[in-house]
């Protein structure tokens, strides 16, 4: 009967889950929204029939192992059924991170009874049932968990581990029945090659699948089985699944040392620093599992400081130590404590891709999504372990219900104001004002609302101050500083001198990253000097600006051709110097020869230009070449491009 009540209770958490979540559908899209989803044009299918399914499927501008299919098939889906209507991409996210917590509510289930039918542990089915209700709906409304609902291209995250959840559920499963002396093997292998195939489509962290398993067998299971039999063949199962593979990859390392070192070239931190940061991060990410404080939360943590090494800052030795102590723990302790090692070895495990020596952003809150349900399994099962009785118990379940309604108060809170993107922006800003991107996408709210009242004073001083904050905190970044040009031309004002000159000295002179220099901000520029009525900045000081980013030494390839696309337009839209134009777009293409995007601003520009013989000529060096379908529907559309452009002029 309690088990009836634990699943009508489950029924009512995700009818509430989706109430938490409902005002913060009206958001729009952010960030890498933009670059994957809005303007992929790939993704742009209006029906369900299979080549525009297929289209959509291989529509990421990623290489494999990163082009995701699964996660993009499902977007075009989406703009299928409902355009480019950013609430309804938001709410297909929505439904997914419902349909995983209540998978969760089930392997947890699972995880409990077996682990007490093998070391003899009595847990009644009520308790085993409260247990899983307790982990799913704290999973489903932990605000840690809202960015993949709500920042929509993190769909990758929770898909990845929507199809996680099911292999494992059907490893347990598997498990069980081996116990019993029943076949489980083929629905281990059968859930492993299907649903990690599919979690793997999703998002290549789904390679972790592996070691997961391994966690639940180490720590809850110890690969006890019903005869020798099944014993060598779970263990040929990790052999193959977990051995092998790490073997070839610490071999593809010794014979390839710098693949993964040339990616830091593109970032403001080193291998050995990213490393040491990470420890200090994933202390950060356990604080915020267990005291979730809203201030601290947030969409930006690039304020997070950077270890330089042990001692700079102090604390990452204790937390390069904290993390050494709970490993132990997990080991040595996993007769005495299994579950509690399985809580450890699940949560870092989770992390073990995504926060060690790859070259990513150091913190994302959606990294947790899947990592968090090993914390939360442990904390619930202690407070609510069937040895607890009278009392305790009574004061086990206040508490539970104390952290589970705590958790709804904050993602309320945040998905209030997810719901406006400008909103968002402030509220990041106001919560991490030592954030560089917090502080821009403030300024740039405030930049826009300034624009439609010039005359607002009020909204100058703060859009100033805004920007000025990024300049001061990021030295080596030259956002803020295009922003305080702009912000001044708007504002009918001349630009401080020395504002061009630091902009310069660091355009010229800072290590070339994206978050150093980023080419949008000199389109951004450009575009601004295409509006009407407004102050233009001198064609002389425009050009400086080009000059010292194009002199910049470590200026990578992609830079210079998004500097030289800019620069391009400039030339074509605002000097109407379309020689120019095209010795510049020219150059763009000589910088990145293979990138069809390049290509394809310099046949837009030679289309202008009534040059169509010109433009087919640029599409043949790269027509013959045999790559992905993204590839040959790029050259399909501007081929089509072409001829539709050459067919409207003699038209007319």
Not at 26 to 38: C, E, H, L, N, T
Request: net charge neutral.
């Amino acid at each position: 009967m309690r088990t009836r009540m634990a699943l009508i209770l489950l029924a009512l958490a995700l009818i509430l889950t989706l109430c938490l979540y409902f005002p913060g559908l009206s958001g729009g899209f952010i960030f890498d929204d933009g670059p994957r989803i809005k303007s992929n044009r790939l993704l742009a299918i209006d029906s369900l029939e299979y080549v525009q399914l297929k289209q959509a499927f291989f529509s990421s501008s990623d290489e494999f192992p990163s082009n995701r299919p699964l996660s993009m098939l499902s977007f075009g889906m989406n703009h299928a059924l409902s355009g480019l209507k950013p609430a309804y991409f938001k709410l297909t996210n929505l439904i997914i991170h419902l349909w995983v917590g209540l998978m969760i509510f089930f392997l947890v289930r699972l995880l409990v009874s077996t682990f007490a039918a093998i070391w003899k542990v009595d847990v009644p089915p009520e308790r085993v049932a409260w247990m899983g209700l307790a982990v799913s709906v704290a999973w489903l409304v932990h605000p840690i968990n809202l960015t993949p609902a709500l920042y929509t291209v993190q769909r990758m995250t929770s898909l990845s581990a929507l199809f996680s959840i099911h292999a494992l559920i059907c490893y347990v499963a598997g498990r069980r029945r081996m116990l019993e002396g029943k076949p489980g093997m083929t629905l281990i292998i059968i859930g492993f090659l299907l649903f990690g195939v599919l979690a793997f489509m999703s998002k290549e962290n789904a390679a972790l699948l592996p070691l997961l398993m391994l966690v639940v067998e180490f720590s809850l299971f110890r690969f006890a089985t019903h005869g020798v039999t099944d014993y060598r063949r779970l263990i040929g199962f990790f052999l193959l699944i977990v051995v092998l593979p790490i073997g070839g990859f610490v071999l593809y390392n010794v014979i390839n040392p710098d693949w993964i070192i040339d990616g830091y070239a593109g970032r403001n931190f080193s291998l050995s620093e990213r490393l040491l940061t990470e420890t200090r991060i994933l202390w950060f990410y356990l604080q915020l599992l267990f005291f979730p404080d809203p201030a601290m939360l947030g969409f930006f943590h690039d304020d997070i400081v950077l270890s330089k090494d042990l001692l700079s800052p102090v604390s990452t030795l204790f937390a390069l130590l904290g993390i050494i102590g709970l490993l132990v723990v997990a080991v040595l302790g996993r007769s005495r404590a299994p579950v509690l090692s399985f809580g450890i070895l699940f949560f870092f495990v989770g992390h073990s891709m995504e926060s060690t020596i790859f070259p990513l952003e150091l913190a994302f809150e959606h990294r947790n999504y899947l990592p968090l349900l090993g914390p939360l399994f442990a904390l619930f099962y202690y407070l609510l372990h069937p040895a607890l009785h009278g009392r305790i118990c009574i004061l086990a379940v206040v508490g539970v219900t104390s952290f589970i309604a705590l958790l709804m108060m904050v993602t309320a809170d945040r998905a209030s104001y997810w719901g406006d993107k400008a909103d968002l922006y402030l509220t990041e800003a106001e919560h991490h004002p030592a954030s560089p991107r917090a502080n821009f996408a403030a300024g740039a709210v405030y930049l826009t609302r300034f624009a439609d009242q010039p005359g607002d004073t009020a909204l100058y001083k703060k859009a100033r101050r805004h920007m000025e904050m990024v300049t001061a905190l990021a030295p080596t970044n030259s956002q803020g500083l295009f922003g305080l040009i702009i912000l001044h031309l708007h504002a009918d004002r001349p630009v401080p001198e020395e504002w061009l000159r630091e902009l310069e000295y660091r355009l010229r002179n800072v290590l070339y990253t994206p978050e150093n220099i980023n080419a949008t901000q000199f389109m951004a520029l450009v575009k601004y000097q295409t509006e009407e009525n407004t102050t233009k900045l001198p064609e002389n000081e425009v050009l400086q600006i080009f000059d010292a980013a194009l002199s910049n030494p470590s200026l990578s390839s992609a830079g210079r051709a998004g500097i030289y696309s800019a620069l391009a337009t400039y030339h074509q839209e605002v000097l109407h110097k379309p020689k120019q134009a095209l010795e510049y777009a020219r150059r763009m293409v000589a910088a990145r020869p293979e990138s069809l995007e390049m290509r394809s601003c310099l046949i837009n520009l030679l289309i202008v230009q009534n040059q169509f013989v010109a433009a087919r000529k640029v599409i043949q060096p790269v027509e013959g070449i045999e790559r992905d379908n993204r590839f040959k529907y790029e050259i399909s559309r501007l081929k089509m491009l072409i001829d539709e452009a050459e067919l409207s002029s003699k038209k007319h």
